[in-house]
């Protein structure tokens, strides 16, 4: 294993609407890092961005040769902007990490001691989420509990995207094209020594949020749908279980109409069973769906993303 002492670090940031807290960004990202790393690289990447958010970073870029930027032809997401990143980078141990400030800055140094012992992944535990709606909070905790309730791997609780990967890892995860990203899922699947650390999160440090109530639905879905068959096989018992008690209803019904009295067709009973068989056949079929859209977008074999420009 190579050395983990003269080492380059690279720092991907992905960013999407953030020209109110990039300067802030890179202030803290870089006076941390140059104080403790010798060798090192902070890859911005402009997902995108309606604002001036790529104006800013390229006047950050041309006062200091540390800082690359990586401009995507449109926004891509969340995700890929950090696949885009990671593609780029080329240290020794890579740190992802979001431009919002909610997750501090001053962890890294932490993370880096951890990866020195042996670590080849040291992922943020969310000790705390200040700033966060309790809604907001509780729809998290929910998510990882039923994702790790359903997927093959286990995914650790309350993380998200910021950690530090070795090379070999993020050499792992450029080998896995797949579209429909769930980085933390990826890198859980990936193996190696994995281990957390604990932190605070902050408020955001200015702007808003760029996960709204749909984009975290399609996030959880992506992350479930990625790492699991069991939706299919739960849908596979319901249907075993509602075709038993169909069964057990046809009887029931030709026993009360031979050897019942007063005969009365039940219009209600009959709706009734109608309506909540069609629901779940949609709702089945929808989720054979889900699916089978992720086969169509994978068979395209198209690009994950493409660069506007580089700096």
Not at 185 to 201: C, K, L
Not at 255 to 263: H, K, Y
Request: charged share 25%.
């Amino acid at each position: 294993m190579k050395s983990r002492e003269n080492f380059l670090l690279s720092v991907v940031v992905p960013c999407f609407n953030e020209a109110e807290v990039i300067g802030e960004t890179h202030r803290r990202l870089f006076s941390l890092i140059s104080k403790n790393i010798e060798k090192f690289e902070i890859i911005f990447i402009d997902d995108g961005s309606t604002d001036e958010t790529l104006e800013k970073l390229e006047a950050i870029a041309d006062k200091n040769g540390n800082i690359k930027i990586l401009a995507l032809s449109r926004n891509f997401g969340h995700q890929i902007a950090i696949t885009a990143g990671i593609d780029a980078a080329i240290g020794d141990a890579v740190v992802v990490i979001d431009a919002d400030l909610q997750d501090p800055p001053e962890v890294i140094p932490e993370m880096i001691d951890a990866w020195k012992r042996g670590a080849d992944v040291v992922y943020g535990v969310r000790a705390s989420r200040d700033g966060e709606t309790s809604f907001k909070v509780a729809t998290a905790k929910f998510f990882y509990r039923v994702i790790g309730a359903l997927s093959e791997i286990k995914i650790p609780y309350d993380t998200g995207d910021f950690r530090l990967m070795d090379r070999r890892v993020v050499e792992a995860l450029k080998k896995m094209p797949e579209r429909d990203r769930f980085i933390r899922g990826m890198i859980s699947w990936v193996g190696y020594q994995q281990e957390p650390v604990f932190y605070n999160r902050e408020k955001r440090y200015a702007g808003e949020t760029k996960y709204p109530i749909n984009k975290m639905l399609k996030f959880a879905i992506d992350g479930i749908l990625s790492f699991s068959t069991k939706p299919l096989q739960i849908a596979t018992l319901i249907g075993i279980s509602i075709s038993f008690l169909s069964f057990v209803g046809i009887v029931y019904a030709l026993i009360l109409r031979l050897f019942g009295e007063g005969w009365v067709p039940g219009w209600t009973l009959l709706f009734i069973a109608v309506s909540f068989l069609g629901g779940i056949q949609l709702i089945f079929l929808g989720l054979i769906g889900e699916y089978i859209g992720r086969i169509y977008g994978e068979g395209k074999k198209r690009p994950l993303y493409f660069l506007k420009k580089s700096k």
